[in-house]
């Protein structure tokens, strides 16, 4: 694990500002631009410390997976934010196409193999992809992502079973922001109901189970980087229970063509009505808690920061413009055979 | 050099060929070599030959994973409905992946099951399950009918970039024929014109090939000639084929081990009415089983399935319902 120097450190504070920036334009564009985005989004706003702690111990030709919840992964591998905004408002040079849409961004370029739409599917794959790291012997390793609540599904539970049984070189990480929708954790987990840390499921397949603050980069970064230095040796994976406060609600809502769409408040004030809940996660935010951090320990002057703040607002500006800008697909590059088949 | 050898046998042959010709090949499953002495063991290493648990979702997406990470996994599903268990893997990533990253990636896996094990297994081991398959674009099926193209679709099958479903019948496999040794490849998308005949065209997959090609000695002997195609792989599905027999003969009996509903014969069927309607001298008659769950007693399940009377009985009444030519 490589230590972190002032100019890692800034890089991280850049990615989570990144991120939560262009989170904020995903959600601000059901606003300012009605009908541009359909169907469901997913965003990773509370969680960019734990996505770039994660992917910062990345080396070359390491890999990901994740879930729906994608956006800030391929942001922080470096994929342009251009294409990644043409993709969600479905335009023709969006990342996929116009063929994926929010749930489904992919930069194989860039070690990010794909996500699923499904709730605990991707963990297999990754696991997979993890049987390749395996097989090529070069002490490349795959880190797995997925929420809290893909712990409950049997994918979860066969994969981690796998990964421990053939000692495959793959991290779990697993961002619990403790909600499944609007179901609390401990209304769906034995563990959360017993007080228990989620990465107790670990100990049932015989690998290291680990909780760390996913609101914390470094500790994220020291944590899975240590679970990835662990695979890269060959002996096998790593459960990292990342505990994060997902800021907004768990998707824009649901409904049919022609009727606006926009976030709710989050589920913790318009399901439980506990707005403290929500209110103390805020105080808590990461991206400001991180920055004073840095600026206290003399990483980064606070002119510096200001000045990566407007260079990310003039770049996600220029990444709604192009979005906005590009037209859409041609109607028949729908039924493109060489897409259906490869 | 060709040699007579089982069906599965062959099937086998296919997979130790690709291989040794490929690295990137690997192979999985349950109960697949739990023994170090095993020869592909012995032939490839525990690398790449490896038994799994009974953990059809995580053995079939950690194929989806393998192939978006370049390697060319084969997986032993054992029978065709444990693919069910994981059908999320199996329909809706798999072949969905490369399309919705706009072409990005490709998912060359082969889930490998059999299936129409019509020999006592009653209702959930026995199913013709493919129809099902043939609505998820992206994903395509072989079901071989002799032992040479066991071994050839199989190596196809490897060697395509997307997922295939590589269904093996197991009423067949001990059947005997002759295979082509060393490497042996049959294309997709091309059926095999197993008999030629001018009255009547029909078209049988998997074990009702046999069938139908003994129905046709039986009615060669009353002066009806019947061409028998075999489509060999349901996607992609020769229909140009079936449509140019079809023009030649006028009448069509389509027969399938599957159920009537939602089966293969009536994506066939779809296809001809639409395309070949003008060539049909009388309607498109199907032979396939009952749309009942497989019972499990002898003579029951007897009574469900094509069988070479039925295919018979269903060419007489077509070309007797044709108008008597001019």
Known sequence: MQELDNDRLVWMFTQMLRIREFEERVKRTFEDHPGVIRGHTHLADGAEASIVGSLATMAPGDQLMATYRCHGYPIALGTDTKSIMAEIYGRKSGLCGGYGGSMHLVDPSRGFLGTSGIVGQGIPQATGAAWGAQLRGQGQVVLGFFGDGASKQGAFHESLNLASLWKLPIVYVMENNNYNVSTRSEQEDANAANGEPLSVKAAAYSMPGVTVDGGDPIAVYETVGAAADRARKGEGPTLVESKVYRLSAHGNIIAPPGVPLHYPEHEAITTFGNREEYEAALRGDPVPRFRARLVEQGALAPERADEIAQEVHEEMDAAVKFALDDPYPEPEAAARADFVYA | ?326
């Open chain 2, 1 to 326: 050099m060709a040699r007579e050898i089982p069906y599965i046998a062959a099937v086998q042959e296919a997979i130790r060929v690709e291989m040794e010709r490929d690295p990137s090949v690997v192979f999985y499953g349950q109960d697949v070599a739990p023994s170090d002495e095993d020869p592909l063991v012995q032939a490839f290493g525990r690398e790449r030959v490896r038994v799994s648990p009974i953990s059809e979702t995580a053995e079939i997406g950690m194929a989806v994973g393998l192939a978006l990470a370049g390697y060319r996994p084969v997986v032993e599903l054992l029978m065709a409905e444990f693919m069910l268990v994981a059908m999320n893997q199996v329909v809706n990533e798999a072949p969905r992946l490369r399309y919705m990253s706009g072409g990005q990636v490709k998912v060359p896996a082969v889930f490998k099951a059999g299936y129409g094990f019509t020999a006592g297994w009653a209702g959930q081991h026995t199913g013709s399950i493919y129809g099902m398959f043939m609505g998820f674009p992206g994903l395509k099926i072989a079901l071989p009918s002799t032992p040479a193209d066991a071994k050839g679709l199989m190596a196809t099958a490897i060697r395509d970039d997307n997922p295939v479903c590589y269904l093996i019948n197991y009423l067949l496999v001990l059947e005997h024929g002759d295979v082509p040794e060393g490497e042996y490849t049959v294309p997709f998308g091309e059926a095999a014109v197993r008999r030629s005949g001018s009255d009547v065209t029909i078209v049988a997959t998997g074990w009702t090939v046999g069938r139908a090609l003994a129905a046709a000695e039986t009615l060669a002997g009353e002066g009806i000639e019947a061409e028998v195609i075999d489509p060999r792989t349901l996607n992609p599905l020769d229909t140009a084929t079936i449509l140019s027999s079809v023009e030649k003969t006028g009448h069509l009996v389509l027969v399938d081990q599957g159920t009537r509903h939602g089966g293969a014969s009536a994506v066939i069927a779809a296809e001809v009415a639409e395309h070949g309607f003008t060539s049909l001298k009388a309607p498109i008659a199907q032979v396939t089983a009952l749309d009942v769950t497989v019972p499990y007693s002898e003579p029951m399940e007897a009574f469900v399935l094509p069988n070479e009377e039925k295919i018979a009985g269903k060419v007489r009444q077509v070309l007797g319902e044709a108008p008597v030519a001019a």
